[in-house]
């Protein structure tokens, strides 16, 4: 199983764009890369998926680099509602997704 | 439509006495999965269920932990005899399996049931 490797916790302020990076080595040729959002007692919502290159929604941008080894989440202008654990995971549809530990973003006014 | 949900709610029992946490997926889900996520901490994979069937029962923690689902729908997670490190809130989430490709699917989770064991 792809290991992912993503900063523990994270400080922002409203309004800049916010970047958290995870790192996956080992990453398989089926394997995607999701990112999942939690807010305090709630269960995870996905965000955003990707396998290569850029992909972009309404709520981030995903960067995905030729090698595939890591990827970075980018959250545009965030806001305090911002304020959550982001995951990060690797993996294909045969196999039970692994939430590691996250990544805690704090935005602060 | 409605999402994931989750009862009760919050669950507080006493320790050695059995718990049952129950799920109820989106309808036409047909795969869901239990997860458990101590305080601080990520979450904890404990079983998987294509069907009614588990064909990943890997994370259950011991054999005081069971689940079943039946009519491809409801789910129950069973702890006997709790003990004080089964305190935790437990997530359940569903996805609706699309044929073909390697694209994992989306989980849709519930607000979960934490439960404290005293």
């Known amino acids: 199983l792809a290991k992912t490797t993503q900063p523990i916790s994270m400080d922002s302020y409203e309004g800049q764009e916010v970047n958290i990076t995870c790192s996956h080595n080992n990453i398989a040729t089926n394997d995607y890369i999701t990112w999942y959002q939690q807010f305090p007692s709630q269960g995870p919502r996905f965000i955003i998926q990707g396998y290569k290159t850029k992909v972009t929604n309404e709520v981030a941008s995903l960067f995905i680099p030729a090698d595939r080894k890591s990827s970075t989440l980018s959250l545009p202008r965030v806001s305090l509602s911002d304020t959550a654990v982001y995951y990060c995971?690797?993996?294909?549809?045969?196999?039970?997704?692994?939430f590691g530990r996250g990544t805690s973003l704090i935005v602060h006014p | 439509g409605a999402g994931v949900s989750q009862s009760p709610s919050n669950k507080v029992t006493e320790k050695g006495k059995d718990v049952e946490l129950r799920c109820d997926p989106i309808s036409g889900h047909t795969a869901l999965y239990w997860y458990r996520q101590s305080l601080g901490q990520g979450l904890e994979f404990l079983i998987y269920f294509q069907g009614n069937s588990a064909p990943d029962k890997s994370g259950l923690p011991s054999d005081r932990f069971s689940a079943e689902r039946t009519g491809g729908s409801v789910s129950t997670l069973t702890i006997q005899r709790t003990q004080q490190e089964d305190s935790a809130v437990y997530l359940c989430?569903?996805?609706?399996?699309?044929?073909?490709?390697?694209?994992?699917?989306?989980?849709?989770f519930g607000p979960g049931t934490r439960l404290t064991v005293l």
């Open positions: 989430a569903s996805s609706f399996l699309a044929s073909g490709g390697a694209r994992p699917d989306t989980q849709y």
């Open positions: 995971l690797v993996g294909d549809r045969d196999r039970v997704p692994t």
